[in-house]
Every structure is written in C-alpha cells, then in structure tokens.
C-alpha cells in the first residue's frame, strides 16, 4: 500500500516537471524577452518630400516681385483713372505726366521675367499677369494725346489690367461729317450724325448759314440755302439740346470754292488726332496721301445705323464675292516675305509673321541672318551677301520657341542692275501703284471715296422711312439732293488713261450702273413722301449694282499663292515672285520719316509726303516700325504745304 502510494507520488512529480520544463518555463522566458526588448520605433506617415529650400527662395522672390510690380500698375492705373473722375478733364500736362507714369509701371509689369523652376500656380498667375499687363499697355499707347479725347477711353485700361472685357465706345453725341458734296459754284451738301433731336447749326467761321433738327435715328442733312462765295471757308457743326446744353463737333470742314469754272473744289474733313478726309477733291491731284482709303475694297455698306431697318433690300451690308474653292491660305495671313532691299553687298528682307516669333532669312539656300518679330507682326532680316544679276530665292523660315521650324515662305525674284534696288510683293507693288504721285492713285481713291458717299446718301434716305416712319419734305428734300449729287458723282467719273484695263473695266461699269439709278431717281416725284417711299425698293437695287465690290490685287495674288508640302518638311508658302519697285523702302531699326526725306526729297520737313502716302500704317510719324515697307513717291508735296502739314501736327500732338 505504501509503495503504491509511493509511485503515486513519483508520478505526479514527474509529470510537473516535465510541464515545467516543456511548457511553463519557455512561456516565462518568452514573455521576459519581450518585456526585455525595446519597443520598434513608430514610423512617421508617409510624406511628400520637402522642397529644397533655393527653390522655395525662387517662389517667395518671384511672388513677392509680382505682387509689387501689381500694385504699382494698379496704382499708377487708378491715378490717372482719378483724373477723369466726375466727368472731369485734366489740364494736358497733368494727364501727359499720369499717363506716362502709368505706362512705366504696366511696362515694367508686362515685362517682368519668369524662371523655370516655379511652382506651377505661381508661375500660371505670373503669366496672366504679364498678359493683362500687355493689354492695358498697348491701350495705354494708343490713347489720344488731348486729354478730352482720351475721356471716354480711360475706363478700358483698369479694366483690362484686371482681365476684364472692355466697353463698347459710347457715342460721345457730337456731331459729325458723313457727306459733304461742294460744286464748282458753291453748292453744298451736308450729312452726318448728331445727337437725335437736337438742333444743329452750319458755321462758317463765327456765321451761321444753316439750321435744322436732328432726327430721331441721330441722322441730319442740310442743302446750304445759299451757294458759298468763292474762296476758302472754315465750317464747323454745333448742336444744341432742349435744355440749351451746346456741343460742338471736334471735326473740322475745310473747303475751297473756286472762282471759275475752270477751277478745282477742295473739301476736306479734319480732326485733332486722325488723318484729313478728302470729300471733294480736284481732279488730278495726288489726294491719297490724306485720305485714309479703304484697302480692302470691299463692298461699300449703304446702311451705316443700327437702330433703322430700311425697308430696301439693297440697304444691307453686300454680300462679299465667293472665293475660291479651297484657296491657299493669305500669305499675309501667317507668313508673307513683302520686300527685299539691297544697298550694295547689304541685303535686307521684311515681311509679316505671327507677333513675338522669331524668323531666319535664307537667299539661295544660304543664310543671311534673323530677327525677332515685333508685337505689330512685322520683322526685317539684314546681313551681308553678294547677290549677283539674275534669278534668285529668298525664303524665311518661322520657328517656334523651341528653334523648330514651323512655317516657310519662299518667292523668286529677278535681282536687276544696280547698286540699289528694291523688289515687292505684287499686292504691295499694286498699292504703291495706287499711290499719291500716280494718275491711278487720284482714280482708286477718288473713285473709293465716291462710292463711299454715295453708300452714305442712300442710307442716310433709307433711314428717313425705317420702321415705318414718315419724313419731313425738308429731310426728304436735302437727302434726295445728297444722293443726286453722289449718283452723279459716280455716273460721270471717267479713269484715266494710265488706270489698268480691268480697273477701267469695271469703273466704267459701275458708272454705267450709277448713271441707271440717276435716270430713276429723277422720274421719282419731287416732294412727295409717298412717291419715294414706293420707289425706294428698286431704287435701292440700282444704288446696290453701282456699289459692287471691288477685287484687289492681294486678293488676286492670293488665288495663285500655292502652299506646298511633303509631310515632312515644314509647310511652305509659295508666294508670287518679287518685282521690282522704285519707289519702296524697307524701315530699319533706326530709322525716321525725317531722315528718309532728306535722302530721297533733300529736305527733312517734306517727311509729310510719305507720312500721308502710308497713313493707313502709321498711327505717328515720330514712331515707325522696323519691318515695314513705305511707298515713296516721285514727287513731293510743294514745300509750303509740307510746312503747313507739318506745323499742324507740331501744333495739334505736341505738348
């Protein structure tokens, strides 16, 4: 019994040891070894790896850079904004000194560098920065020196700084010349806009020879009671209001009545700022010079208001000529070589690109040079080169930012004998053609200007019945006499000799068609409102065939202009080849109006000259741009009236 009780005991011993040993103690071990170990370090969250710090220096300096150069342009902006303030007007020079200041401060903005390395909102905000900034900068440039002109234009340039779209012009309500028609014995024919329902008064120097109310579509026309003397005259507009408020216009009729028949009338149309516009000229002068001519010829528009529907079909805008069926695209459009000049061994190439590109000039495949193009699209490339007698190649090539050439233009030209010379683009060899200095010229824009006055006169009778409306026989009888004087016009013009036969052509046919809608408007009933209201419809179609437009030459040259490309190679513009001009000039960096006159005319001051052949490109002759090309006439104007010209502007843009 013991013994059993003995082995008992034993048992149970060695089965707690070995629980012991196997099973307990490990656990303790375990459980001390993980007490015993040092806890694994907690890892921070994952995050997006700190900036170095040059380029968080970069962003704060740039940031910083743009938010100063702003507000200087916000607050130099706003100054001369404050000028303006309740309708005021500021004394010139105050304005000139505003105005100056404010284009330092958007110069500065529009200019303002941006490195490469910015994060991507600052340097997206950095670029539209610099862009508005550029906007309100050329709208700066381009406000008139007289601070009561620049007014109603103040308002845009804050407005642009901002990104903001502009405001339309508001019509300042003074009145204005449309149609001003003077014969030989002094009769005259007034018609223009006015403020509707004010009365309008002619003046003749400090007389009044005129009165009449405006009507309510803004639109008035007065035949002069009393033909004027003989001699020169000074005629002014002047309106007033009910409420006895007067507002004078700021354009200025000139006019000279001759005393003979044999004489010539002159009718012109100044106003401080603008180039003159000759309404009657003398047959034969060289009068494009001062007329801002119209150079696309397209279609003259009858209808010129836009509250008045008259009720002609023929009183809508034309409907252009259809081109062509896939025609090339216009070389002057993207990429157009316009002129090469060579002075010797010097050669230099202008044209027109994509502003604020970049072009590199080739004759025969070699390279003369390159050049950047200007905010105005215009560029010259000049280098040095013999070009020998013969046919030759000039080609541009337009490149992207990145150096890769984009667009080529390529034209042959014939270089002739000797040591200067000039070759043109056809078009621009068709407006100097038309030039002042030539007999065409008097007919292309004498004609223009016709037609002009005639789309004038039949609008101006159009609107006098629109919406249903019934003039009065005074209106009816001074517009009816504006449209006998602008049929009559057109129906007796006769081209000269020297005009080319298709210009010819179709002078005479629209003569022809003018001189169809003269014989109907005479059949019409004097001073019957009814009779002209039911003979304006076809009436209007005749004005219409008489107001044709006219194909020119660019538009022809770009018909035959062929692109070219082999998918590979850049897109290449084949344009028409050169021909020669003696009477171009190509401006260069440096050069000035006054210079250019002293080397072709030997006087400085007959600089007018070529100022009024190139009104259309020159917005001031103190500031011409490289890269254009300038008709230079043979003749220049009798040296009193250069002077005249030229004491005139000194005195209307000089402060």
């Known amino acids: 019994m013991k013994n059993r009780a003995g082995w008992l005991a034993l048992g149970v011993l060695a089965i707690a040891t070995i629980l012991m040993v196997f099973f307990v103690l490990p656990q303790l071990r375990g459980t001390n070894q993980t007490a015993e170990k040092p806890p694994a370090p907690v890892q921070p969250p994952q995050t997006t790896a700190a900036k170095p710090e040059a380029v968080v220096a970069d962003d704060q300096v740039a940031s910083g850079k743009m938010k100063r150069l702003s507000t200087e342009a916000e607050k130099s902006v706003a100054a001369l904004e404050a000028l303006f303030a309740d309708q005021k ?3 010139a020079s105050v304005y000139a ?35 508005t900034a550029a906007k309100a900068l050329q709208l700066l440039i381009k406000l008139p020196s007289a601070p009561e002109e620049a007014a109603g234009m103040i308002v845009n340039i804050g407005r642009a700084l901002h990104g903001e779209p502009e405001l339309a012009a508001k019509d300042d309500g003074k009145p204005k010349f449309g149609v001003l028609r003077v014969e030989k014995d002094g009769s005259t024919v007034i018609a223009g806009n ?26 008035f026309a007065i035949v002069l009671d009393k033909p004027l003397n003989a001699g020169d005259h000074t005629l002014d507009l002047q309106s007033t209001s009910q409420d006895g408020k007067v507002v004078k216009s700021q354009e200025q009729a000139t006019i000279s009545v001759p005393d003979h028949q044999n004489g010539d009338v002159l ?24 007329e801002q001519v119209n150079a696309d010829k397209q279609g003259r528009v009858p209808a010129q208001t836009a509250d008045a529907t008259p009720p002609a079909p023929a009183t809508t805008s034309p409907t252009p000529p259809a081109a062509a069926a896939d025609p090339a695209p216009a070389p002057n459009e993207q990429l157009q070589i316009t002129a090469v000049e060579l002075e010797g061994d010097k050669i230099f190439v202008a044209g027109t690109a994509p502003k604020n590109s970049s072009v590199t000039a080739y004759a025969d495949g070699k390279q003369i040079g390159s050049s950047d ?43 002739p ?11 621009k060899l068709a407006e100097s053609a038309a030039s002042p200095g030539s007999a065409a010229s008097v007919d292309s824009n004498l004609f223009d200007r016709q037609r002009d006055t005639l789309a004038k006169s039949f609008a101006l009778l159009s609107n006098l019945f629109a919406d249903g409306k019934t003039p009065s026989l005074e209106s009816l009888a001074a517009s009816r006499s504006a449209l006998e004087f602008a049929l009559k016009a057109v129906a007796d013009f006769r081209p000269t000799p020297s005009t080319n036969a298709a210009d010819t052509s179709f002078m005479m046919r629209m003569a022809e068609n003018a001189g169809k809608a003269q014989a109907a408007l005479k059949k019409v009933e004097p001073a019957s409102v009814a009779s002209m209201a039911a003979a304006l419809p076809e009436l209007g179609k005749l004005v219409q065939a008489a107001l044709e437009p006219m194909q020119n030459a660019a538009q022809v040259a770009t018909a035959k202009t062929a ?55 020159i917005t001031n002759p103190d500031l011409i741009e490289p890269g254009q090309t300038f008709t230079v006439p043979d003749k220049a104007l009798p040296e009193s009236e250069a002077e005249a010209i030229h004491r005139n502007w000194m005195h209307r843009h000089k402060p």
Do not use: C
């Open 563 to 617: 692109t070219q490309t082999d998918g590979s190679a850049p897109r290449t513009i084949s344009q028409e080849p050169l021909q020669e001009s003696s009477n171009t000039v190509i401006i260069r960096r440096g050069d000035t109006l006054w210079q250019i006159s002293r080397r072709v005319y030997g006087q400085g001051v007959r600089y007018t000259t070529i100022y009024m052949a190139n009104a259309e490109q």
């Open 194 to 219: 006015a403020a509707p329902g004010t009365k309008l008064d002619v003046l003749d120097g400090d007389k009044t020879i005129s009165t009449t109310t405006v009507s309510p579509n803004g639109d």
């Open 373 to 415: 193009v200007d905010a105005k699209g215009h560029f010259v490339v000049e280098g040095e080169m013999a070009i020998s007698v013969g046919q030759h190649i000039i080609s541009v090539d337009l490149k992207d930012a990145n150096g890769k050439v984009t667009l080529r233009a390529s034209v042959p030209f014939n270089r």
């Open 89 to 91: 007007i500021p004394e």
């Open 417 to 427: 004998a000797g040591d200067q010379v000039s070759v043109v683009a056809p078009e």
């Open 97 to 131: 000194s505003s105005r100056l200041a404010a284009m330092t401060a958007l110069k500065a903005l529009a200019e303002m560098d941006i490195p490469t390395n910015l994060e991507a909102n600052l340097a997206d905000s950095m670029t539209k920065a610099k862009a």
């Open 267 to 290: 009718a012109m149309v100044s106003k401080p700022g603008e180039a003159s516009r000759l309404m009657t000229v003398p047959k034969g002068t060289t009068d494009g010079a001062a």
